[in-house]
Each structure stands twice: as C-alpha cells, then as structure tokens.
C-alpha cells in the first residue's frame, strides 16, 4: 500500500518569502502526484498534479512542484506567499489506474502579513 | 452549480442516533467516494462506488453505510452515533480511469455530543 509523508506540520512564512512544503511517497510502482489546499472552512481544492512527462509541473496561484522520482518525493514551491495562502496543503497520491488516493497528513501554511 | 454538493453541511446530534449524509456530483463521473476527516485534519478514504457498485470498503464500523441509488449519487448512512465520528465527512468523484482526478464537496461537520 502507498503511503505518504508530509514532514513539516505547520510553517508560518511572512508575506513575500518563498515557499517550500516536503512531500515524500512509498510504492515502488508508477502513480499519479497530487497537491490538494484547503483554504479555512472550505473543500479541498486540486492545486496541481503530476501524471507523466515534464517533472516540474505547474499549478494555479503560481505554485509548482518537482517530482524526483529517484527520492520519491513532489514538493510543493511557491516564490513569493501572500497572505491569501493561508490554508492548509496536502499531498496525495494513488497507484496509476487505481481508485484509492492516499493522503499525506497536510501542512498548515500561515501566511503574516 | 457546486460541482458535487453534499447536505446538509453542519450536523449535530446525540449519541446514539442515526443520521444520514447525502451526497450528488454533476459531473458525468462514475466514481464517488467518502472520505473522513479527523480534527488533525488527516483524511483517510471510507468507501468507494463505481457505477454503484462498491469498490473499495476500507475498516470502517459497519454501523456506517453507504448507499449509491445512482451514479450521480452517494449517500452515507451512520447508525448508533459515538463521540468518535465527529468528523468533517467529505464526498468525492472522479471518472476512472488512469488518472483519477478527484474533486471534493465542501465537507459536513459532523458534531456527536
């Protein structure tokens, strides 16, 4: 079964600073990458994915993420935060043509103003 | 239109009771999931119906189940409610197939007193 990491719990950044949040996965076979937000009292909303070809796959709100499949790992970037980012970020991922989505446990992104 | 809405969208009540979440989705999908989320915010998949059949049935008490009377719908039944199913229930749906995009309610905060 996969399973999914999400190293930093909570991150609080001040506005304009970059951003990096950790992802890392474990199946040993192909799967689809995903980052999901999910903004205060709101659903989850699909941020980017990852399917195949170009590693650096970009997203709405000028975020973007690098699979490395060598380290297993989809970290989620964005240069410069705003406030408005203040949410809360999960990765996700499923085996390729399978139904089950495996959640990471979420970071909680805290955005100063 | 809410691409997949659920009701009702705060649900409280005692232990002991039977309550019932509903969920529809309008977008042609064949699949439709619930998730859980507890208050550390980690979400684990519940069920899954492709084309009302049931496809993934995760360890789940049975005093929960599901019902999907069409493709467009999937309803969660919870019988007997304990103090441990407060939760924020989300519905989910996709179309399935290699990649498996999937798109969320807005949730249903689930309050057992």
């Known amino acids: 079964a996969q399973s999914v990491s999400q190293h930093n719990h909570h991150v609080i950044l001040s506005e304009a600073a970059s951003l990096e949040l950790g992802c890392n996965y474990s199946y040993g076979g192909t799967v689809n990458l995903f980052w999901y937000v999910q903004y205060p009292g709101q659903h989850l909303q699909l941020l980017l994915k990852y399917f195949s070809g170009d590693p650096l796959v970009k997203g709405i709100k000028g975020f973007e993420a690098e699979f490395i499949k060598s380290k297993f790992s989809f970290n989620l970037r964005k240069p410069s935060v705003q406030w408005s980012d203040t949410a809360e970020y999960f990765c996700a991922v499923n085996a390729v043509g399978a139904n089950n989505l495996f959640f990471g446990t979420g970071t909680r992104l805290t955005v100063i103003p | 239109d809410t691409a997949v809405s659920q009701t009702p969208k705060y649900l409280v009540t005692q232990m002991g009771n039977d309550k019932s979440i509903k969920c529809e989705q309008n977008?042609?999908?064949?699949?439709m999931y619930w998730y859980k989320q507890d208050s550390k915010k980690f979400l684990k998949i519940m069920f899954s119906?492709?084309?009302?059949?049931?496809?993934i049935n995760e360890t789940v008490p049975n005093r929960f189940s599901p019902k999907s009377p069409d493709k467009a719908h999937l309803n969660l039944h919870i019988n007997s409610l304990e103090l441990g199913d407060s939760a924020v229930y989300f519905c989910a749906s996709s179309q399935f197939g290699l990649e498996n995009i999937q798109y969320f309610g807005a949730g249903t905060r689930l309050s057992v007193l």
């Open positions: 119906y492709n084309n009302k059949e049931l496809i």
């Open positions: 977008l042609g999908h064949d699949t």
